[in-house]
């Protein structure tokens, strides 16, 4: 290889493409009519050598600017074909005018099939009116705009695509979109998932509060049945007190009675030994009714909490029970230093 760069083979085509022109202007040119004086042909053949290198260094410039220009090209087929992303050029028709592999790989169609078809059919039918919208508003006013589609492939199946478009003006100044497309299929079936899962988990939660709620409701009502079961069984043990706390003021109402029949019979009892017994007698038949009071308020189911003495209700509770424990010779003895009033249900 020679200084210029070129194979022998392209050297060797090259002289004879310049020995043809060579002869060709000998011949068109007039014959000299005087002989070239050494010195005259010294300095063509000189003029001639540095003719011939200014060439070749052309060559090599031209030479080095194609490798150049080569490189640059691979670097844009690196950088546009094989970009992860797919590149689309679209005009302001609605033609796509160019598109790098990637986007043709996406859309499982030949990248000549692509130039010159509507971008339109490769969009699905539902969403057509959403990229129209999009690129009318890009066509006028120029901003970028980022929107998600559901993309038709060539092969008919569909899938989500993530496009970022751009408006910008053509080498002879009329308006194009660039659209950047991905695939983003996984991405929106995990969103759909997780809303799923989401809406499982607050049926799962709702339904949880229900159960809850009705679980409590069950124990509430259980409840209200042992408190009146027991209610019940605290009524039976009630009476039987009852019943020995009426012996005492009904024995000592007969005998007040009697008192009185014997009174009115002989006639000789003073008035006040009357008074007496009938004081005596309407005490017993008030200490009978007010037990009778406080056995129903005992057993009243929706009593309302009010403020009472404590000390008080211990010696009235114990005095439902007195009788038996006086039967049963029980003497019971209460000390407090004070009284103490509490908010409750008295009975």
Request: glycine letters at 6%; a negative charge; proline letters at 4%.
């Amino acid at each position: 290889m020679g200084p210029s760069g070129k194979s022998p083979k392209n050297a060797s085509s090259l002289r004879q493409q310049a020995e043809a022109v060579a002869r060709e202007q000998v011949l068109a040119s007039p014959p000299a009519t005087e002989p070239l004086s050494p010195e005259a042909t010294q300095k063509v053949l000189l003029e001639l050598q540095v003719y011939t290198i200014e060439l070749e260094l052309q060559n090599e410039e031209l030479r080095r600017a194609q490798l150049e220009l080569g490189s640059s090209q691979a670097r844009y087929f690196d950088l546009y074909d094989l970009a992860p992303v797919g590149y689309c050029t679209i005009s302001r028709q609605g033609l796509i005018l160019e598109a790098n592999l990637t986007a043709a790989g996406l859309l499982r169609v030949s990248r000549a099939a692509m130039v010159h078809q509507p971008v339109s059919r490769f969009i699905h039918a539902d969403d057509k009116d959403l990229y129209h919208l999009h690129s009318r508003r890009l066509l006028n006013t120029g901003g970028p705009a980022t929107f998600d589609l559901r993309m038709r492939r060539g092969d008919g199946t569909s899938f989500w695509g993530h496009l970022v478009a751009t408006s910008d003006q053509d080498t002879e100044g009329s308006r194009v979109l660039h659209l950047v497309l991905s695939d983003i299929t996984e991405q929106k079936q995990a969103e759909t998932e997780q809303a799923q899962q989401q809406a499982n988990l607050e049926r799962l939660n709702q339904t949880l509060e229900e159960r809850v709620q009705n679980t409590v409701a069950e124990l509430r009502r259980k409840d209200q049945l042992l408190s009146h079961q027991s209610r019940q069984a605290a009524m039976g043990e009630m009476i039987g007190h009852i019943a020995h706390q009426w012996r005492q003021p009904l024995t000592g109402l007969s005998m007040a009675l009697a008192n009185l029949r014997d009174a009115w019979r002989t006639g000789g009892v003073p008035a006040t030994e009357v008074e007496r017994d009938l004081r005596a007698g309407n005490e017993l038949i008030q200490n009978m009714s007010q037990t009778i009071t406080d056995f129903r308020n005992f057993f009243q189911p929706d009593k309302a909490r009010e403020a009472f003495s404590l000390l008080g209700q211990v010696k009235a509770s114990l005095s439902l029970i007195d009788a038996s424990f006086s039967t049963a010779r029980i003497s019971i003895q209460i000390e407090a230093a004070s009284d103490l009033r509490v908010i409750g249900f008295p009975n």
